[in-house]
């Protein structure tokens, strides 16, 4: 099966992961079986927790799918995390500035997000199609200056500091905010939005010709070329469109999660998106599994954290193995031959 | 004007230095055909390991060694993911940041419980190390165009078949140098960390890619990126100053926006090696 | 002088569907020039590269001054005295002449290059040979001439008293031609063994003393040159059988032009004037060709034409229309489409599938798509089940990605795919590139079925043969412009030869 072979070195890569996160956490000093146990327990124990791993994951799809269409591109946004704050201050500039009925509401705030992440992404595309300018030097640059400029925004010298103990704005109106699912869990409709956007990216990379179009730049921008698609075009709109996804993740995060824009609220879900598309090996779909177990490492983390076994950061030294060995199939494949000469041994033997 | 006084050019030559490193590491494998930009997390790994050996030993010679050999493995790390695994550079690199991250937050919580921070610890003169700095990007620009070693390494980067039937082996060639790109991260992170005292989860804060911007603007060359370096090191100390002035977040953008427009106004001019982030295949036999 | 330098025996080297060397001998003695002669894909070059390390041989024996030696690498080749001059140069442009050559066997000044002492070992070996060069150029300064000699120079410095040339007249102009000969022949006169590989009959009997033919695979026949005739060498060459086995038959144009080209120019990569003011008219059932040495402008003349390359003067039509610069999608929906000359380059994307790449050109026409927003999975399906079947490609399945098919099945499903617009013009570069007996066939097939359509076929070819069988017309081209059009039987393969070299047809 194709399915198979694609998420067989996946599946390796993880074990693997865990394997080796497993030795760490032994090295470090803390129990091993109790630490895995409140991990699982974290991310799928009960409702609420999936509920947890869930809101996690929310952010984490959207800057995995902007990741991965710039990669489909071959191109590189390292810079979802600026895209992300932009697209979240100003979803929620328009979240406490206009007046409008429900469901309008929220689309226009998603809508605003959208163009103030895709602004943040047009910059690095048309610096690289026509200047040449590295795309993941400059995406990354820009996402601090992003950052910078968010934090200014809610800062007491800014204009819309809106409380005198945080620096963050006032909350969004009523009518913008995202339902939410249960009560106490801040999980939303942002999730049903993000498996939504992601079904709409699959369905333009792998059903349209514009996402033809973006594919075979990527691949092989001079057969591309000589196809008569726009090579210069189609990188500008690949990250364009990047940035417009991470701006979607930031505004689902202040509708759904936050309700209010707050400095330095993301605990770095731009960099999961990297995880998350590599993970999902650049596939519309496989990176809602992704984001989930990045969501359930993050919501996992906190719960051995909380439950005072280890560090919730193990989680991150987890998911950085996880990157590790998903980037690298050779080495799977060559455990995986390891295995299947042993195996074959055994017959033999 | 006040602000631009002797004091800032002193200043700047300091916060050039680790920028200044990263960008020299970068020239050597990427003169060898390896794109790193896991230099940030190798820089950030390098802090960390200061701080720690430093805390625990007291002595900064040991945790400036300690942190070179840090920096130096996930180098190798590197090295044997995009030489020997055949990993997309980038995608590599990329993942050594996120991965040095992770242990950054995780270790410093062991340690010290605190999250992405470090008590602080001795330090050593972050002159010496600015001293170190200029000494080794000195002796680079001699042993890349003066020595047969660095002949060697610019062929390797520009035709490695070339340079395979000269007799010179190209993986280990990329290795080597991978490692030391490693090594002078890791250096700049001791830097980083004398310079501060103690260490913090944001203190390379984009130094890695503005190094290697200084790498593009200097064309691969390790004098010229040092001047590059010193460019960006002068607008880290001018924005210093210039808080009394403007609020800090636009200030602090400032080095971030001029590596930019500097990537957008000289990428195209920078002569890339030819073989740059393409695995090298012997001929099938 | 008859001492053998080397004696290689019963070589054999399979590739995956192919065998290159069918159990070769073959023999060097020193002062000898000896030829290597084949038509392409003879095996020729592979037998060189076994010898210098480049591939294991199979199966076969390498004897060297008399021992047996199993070369296991260049690096190792190099070390017993052997040398080769590739077709693609082992050089830096971007270093100096001076570093190409000392790399790996630098003299040294402590721990510093010693340059002085370079100089020193260059000019002496420039005074032996006659190799004239500049130590301190840049390669990429170099004329293709210079850069050549720099390989060979290159290759005497590391010691090398067996030099292989492989195919070192392709890229010379006729001048450059005479020098390298010269430098033969003074190699020779030193007592060096030379291998000369070409597929050029006049060369081989110019220069060598003694020719060794091989074809697919085999030596069948090594003679003196002394003696022997371009014709005995053709036969042994091509064999007894007919090499080509399409003729095209006369066919009266309506006198149509479907393609004009006025006063064209353009630029290489590097910015300098390729394409110096080119004019052309392909006409209704034509075929016509370009012939000229590699480098003389016919790619960047093609890539202008065909919009993939912005002209820096002049106009392109298509039938009436005037379409210069326009996008290939443009041309191709005006009725021109362009087989490209490198199908991994640009011809298809080798991670795509059979059906997706079957619509590259085409992916927005309203058959296969609806607006940019939606493409019509069935109908792209059913096309390119038709083209597969249509064009007899052998393939996997349709979703399986094209990486997976043999070059020739890769080669029809382009042909396929373009021929099958119902083109008005045709523009083809080397079409036949790589391909086996079989898969030549079958597209100058598919060209003649298109010319007897009434279409119009512009065909760039390196392989004169090919182009002479096939054009109506040649156009040779020299230094970026057209210096004669002949008509078919009008031009003769020597005087074809003569313009290719030097824009010139007269003698002297």
């Known amino acids: 099966m194709k399915w198979a072979k694609e998420i067989g070195p996946v599946v390796g890569a993880i074990t693997l992961a865990l394997g080796v996160g497993a030795i760490v956490t032994a090295l470090t000093g803390y129990s091993v079986p109790q630490v895995f146990k409140y991990l699982a327990l974290g991310a799928f124990g009960d409702w609420y927790q999936v509920a947890q791993t869930l809101t996690q994951a929310t952010p984490i799809l959207f800057t995995s799918l902007s990741f991965l269409v710039a990669f489909r591109a071959g191109l590189f946004n390292i810079g979802a995390e600026g895209q992300l704050y932009l697209g979240a201050f100003f979803a929620a500039w328009a979240g406490f500035s206009f007046k409008l009925p429900p469901v309008i509401h929220p689309v226009v705030c998603l809508l605003f997000g959208a163009a103030a992440g895709a602004v943040w992404g047009f910059i690095p595309g048309w610096l690289r199609a026509k200047r040449g300018a590295n795309e993941f030097v400059t995406t990354m640059m820009l996402s601090y200056v992003a950052i910078k400029l968010t934090s200014w925004l809610v800062s007491p010298g800014g204009p819309y500091h809106g409380a005198h103990w945080a620096n963050q704005t006032v909350r969004i109106l009523t009518s913008a905010q995202f339902p939410r699912f249960m009560r106490g869990a801040q999980l939303s409709w942002g999730i049903i939005v993000a498996v939504l956007i992601a079904g709409i990216i699959w369905y333009l990379l792998f059903r349209t010709p514009r996402g033809y179009e973006l594919r075979a730049v990527g691949q092989n921008p001079l057969a591309a070329e000589y196809g008569g698609i726009n090579v210069t075009k189609n990188l500008i709109l690949a990250l364009t469109l990047a940035g417009a996804l991470a701006g979607l993740g930031g505004a689902a995060e202040i509708l759904g999660t936050h309700r209010r824009f707050i400095e330095l609220f993301s605990p770095g879900y731009g960099w999961d998106g990297i995880a998350g598309g590599l993970i999902a090996r650049a596939h519309p779909l496989g990176a809602i599994l992704a984001a989930v177990l990045m969501g359930a490492l993050r919501a996992g983390g906190q719960a051995i954290d909380r439950a005072g076994v280890a560090p919730a950061d193990l989680a991150a030294v987890i998911q950085g193995l996880v990157i590790l060995f998903v980037v690298a199939p050779e080495l799977i494949r060559y455990f995986q031959r390891v295995v299947r000469r042993k195996k074959l041994g055994d017959i033999e033997s | 004007m006040e602000i631009l006084s002797l004091n800032l050019f002193i200043a700047a030559l300091r916060l050039a230095t680790p920028i200044a490193l990263v960008a020299l590491g970068e020239t050597y494998s990427e003169r060898a055909g390896v794109i790193n930009v896991g230099v940030e997390g190798m820089a950030l790994a390098g802090a960390l390991t200061t701080a720690v050996v430093a805390y625990f030993t007291g002595s900064p010679t040991l945790a400036l060694i300690a942190a070179i050999g840090v920096g130096a493995f996930l180098g190798a790390l590197h090295a044997v993911w995009s030489v020997y695994l055949r990993a997309d550079h980038v995608v590599s690199g990329a993942a050594i940041n996120l991965l040095a991250l992770g242990f950054a937050l995780f270790l410093t919580r062991v340690i010290w419980g605190w999250r992405g921070a470090s008590p602080s610890a001795p330090t050593m003169d972050a002159w010496i190390l600015v001293g170190v700095g200029l000494f080794l990007i000195g002796i680079s620009q001699i042993y890349i165009f003066r020595t047969p070693w660095g002949l060697r390494l610019r062929v390797v980067g520009e035709h490695p078949r070339a340079a395979d039937t000269a007799g010179i082996n190209v993986h280990r060639t990329r290795l080597a140098y991978t490692v030391l790109n490693g090594a002078l991260c890791g250096l700049a992170g001791a830097f980083l960390f004398n310079n501060l005292g103690r260490f913090t989860e944001g203190m390379v804060g984009g130094r890695g890619f503005i190094g290697i911007a200084a790498m593009v603007v200097g064309n691969y060359r390790p004098l010229p990126a040092l001047l590059a370096a010193y460019l960006f090191g002068f607008v880290d100390a001018l924005q210093m100053r210039l808080q009394d002035y403007i609020p800090s977040q636009f200030s602090l953008m400032l080095p971030y926006i001029l590596t930019v427009i500097v990537l957008a106004g000289f990428l195209g001019r920078a002569k890339v090696p030819k073989a740059l982030g393409k695995p090298y295949i012997k001929e099938q036999g | ?508």
């Open chain 3, 1 to 508: 002088m008859s001492a053998e330098a080397i004696r290689m025996e019963g070589i054999v080297k399979r590739f995956p569907g192919v065998v290159a060397n069918a159990g070769i001998d073959f023999s060097l003695d020193w002062g000898e020039v000896h030829g290597l002669l084949g038509e392409n894909g003879a095996g020729k070059t592979v037998l060189m590269c076994i010898l210098y390390g480049l591939y294991q041989p199979d199966a076969g024996k390498i004897f060297i001054r008399g021992q047996e030696t199993r070369v296991r690498s260049p690096h190792v080749a190099i070390g017993l005295g052997i040398g080769m001059v590739h077709q693609h140069f082992m050089l830096v442009p971007r270093l100096t002449v001076l570093e190409n050559m000392a790399v790996g066997w630098e003299p040294k000044v402590g721990p510093l290059l010693d340059r002085r002492a370079m100089r020193r070992r260059i000019r002496a070996l420039v005074e032996d040979y006659g190799l004239e060069v500049d130590p301190d150029a840049r390669v990429e300064e170099l004329s293709v001439g210079e850069q050549q000699r720099v390989e060979i120079l290159k290759a005497l410095y590391r010691g090398a008293e067996v030099l292989i040339l492989d195919e070192p007249t392709a890229v010379l102009v006729e001048q450059e031609v005479e020098a390298l000969f010269s430098t033969v022949r003074a190699l020779k006169e030193q007592g060096k063994a030379v291998v000369f590989i070409t597929h050029k009959l006049h060369e081989a009997l110019e220069i060598c003393d003694r020719i060794t033919v091989l074809r697919k695979g085999k030596n069948v026949g090594t003679l003196e040159a002394k003696g022997a005739t371009e014709t005995q060498l053709a036969e042994l060459m091509v064999g007894r059988e007919v090499v080509f086995t399409v003729t095209p038959e006369p066919l009266e144009s309506e006198g149509r032009v479907l393609l004009s080209v006025e006063d064209l120019s353009a630029r290489d990569d590097r910015g300098v004037p390729a394409v110096r003011g080119v004019s052309l008219q392909v006409h209704d059932h034509e075929i016509l060709g370009i012939a000229g040495v590699q480098g003389n402008g016919q790619k960047e003349l093609l890539e202008a034409i065909c919009g993939l390359r912005r002209p820096t003067k002049g106009r392109v039509r298509v039938g009436e229309r005037e379409l210069t610069g326009e996008s290939p999608s443009r041309l191709a929906t005006q009725g021109l489409v362009h087989i490209p000359e490198d199908r991994h380059l640009r011809g298809l994307i080798l991670t795509f599938s059979v059906e997706e790449n079957a619509i590259l050109g085409q992916r927005r026409q309203p058959r296969f798509a609806v607006g940019p927003w939606a493409q019509k999975k069935r109908a792209i399906r059913a096309y390119a089940g038709e083209l597969v079947q249509r064009f007899s490609v052998s393939v996997p399945s349709l979703t399986a990605p094209v990486r997976t098919l043999s070059g020739g099945n890769q080669q029809r499903l382009i042909l396929a795919r373009e021929l099958s617009r119902a083109p008005q013009v045709i523009v083809a570069v080397q079409p036949t590139r790589g391909l086996d007996v079989g898969g030549m066939e079958f597209v100058w097939e598919q060209f003649l079925q298109a010319r007897r359509n009434g279409a119009g076929i512009l065909l760039v070819s390196m392989d004169l043969d090919e182009a002479m069988m096939l054009s109506d017309r040649i156009a040779v081209m020299y230094q970026g412009e057209i210096v004669a059009v002949l008509r078919r039987g009008e031009a003769t393969k020597r005087e074809l030869g003569l313009l290719m070299l030097r824009g010139t047809g007269e003698v002297g």
